[in-house]
């Protein structure tokens, strides 16, 4: 009950008193009137106080609910907030390690481009594939500049260099043909037949054989040995018919007297 209704029950009651004062005022003495208004009095001082104090308390119970949101409020506010942190943080972190990434990748790139001259090489010569190290490819390669240049005495050194160096090499047998080839410039005929030999003796098997023995051929014809190069020259004839070494062969026969 709120102040309206109690002040209106108060005026009802009143009038209630006046109008039972007037019609039976036979039956109640002043006194008896006087005692009912004070009870009826206190009975509304009573409402009104127990509506005060519900209306307090309803005060207090709403105070507290904004207090209570005002705190979710600002829970709700610095969980944003801290999340928002955590977020920027989390990017920052993922930038970060991006950024790592990129850094190691180019380093381990760096890395394998100067370990890279440094590996084995995998090479295919005459049909023969094999794996060399840098330098031993390197001194091949400067041999072969030396032959081709036509410095026979400097790249018989360096191909002899490189076979007591690397006994055991992809190159090995190559490096006794262009050996021999380099000896022949030199006009180091015997040599050059030997080194031609132990080439065939060697890789009996290799694309170059028949150019060998062509070579020995013309060893044995410098060294005035005719007989020993018609055979050789037949035998190679024979052995690789159709090859251009064959037919160089047969025009080298019909010169030999």
Not at 184 to 200: D, I, P, S, V
């Amino acid at each position: 009950m709120n102040l309206r209704a109690s002040t209106f029950a108060l005026t009802i009651a009143l009038a209630l008193a006046g109008f039972g004062g007037a019609a039976q005022a036979a039956l109640f003495s002043d006194d008896e009137a006087r005692k009912a208004i004070l009870d009826l009095r206190a009975k509304v001082a009573q409402l009104e106080e127990a509506q005060k104090k519900q209306g307090a308390e309803q005060d207090e119970q709403l105070a507290t609910l904004r207090r209570s949101l005002m705190d979710l409020i600002n829970q709700n506010q610095m969980l944003r907030s801290e999340l928002a942190r955590l977020q920027g943080a989390n990017e920052q972190l993922v930038r970060d390690l991006a950024d790592t990434q990129r850094r190691l990748a180019d380093q381990l790139q760096s890395f394998d481009g100067r370990l890279k001259p440094l590996e084995p090489q995998k090479i295919s010569l005459d049909g023969k594939e094999f794996k060399v190290e840098p330098e031993e490819q390197r001194q091949y390669e400067a041999a072969m500049g030396l032959l081709r240049r036509g410095d026979f005495d400097d790249a018989s050194k360096a191909f002899e260099f490189f076979l007591k160096r690397y006994s055991v090499s992809g190159y090995t047998d190559i490096v006794r043909f262009w050996l021999g080839n380099a000896q022949y410039g030199q006009r180091a005929y015997k040599e050059a037949m030997g080194t031609f030999r132990e080439f065939l003796k060697g890789s009996p098997q290799h694309p170059r054989v028949a150019e060998a023995l062509l070579a020995v051929a013309n060893c044995q014809a410098e060294t005035k040995d005719i007989k020993g190069a018609r055979k050789t020259l037949d035998d190679l004839i024979k052995a690789h018919p159709g090859t251009e070494a064959a037919q160089a062969a047969k025009e080298r026969r019909a010169s030999l007297k």
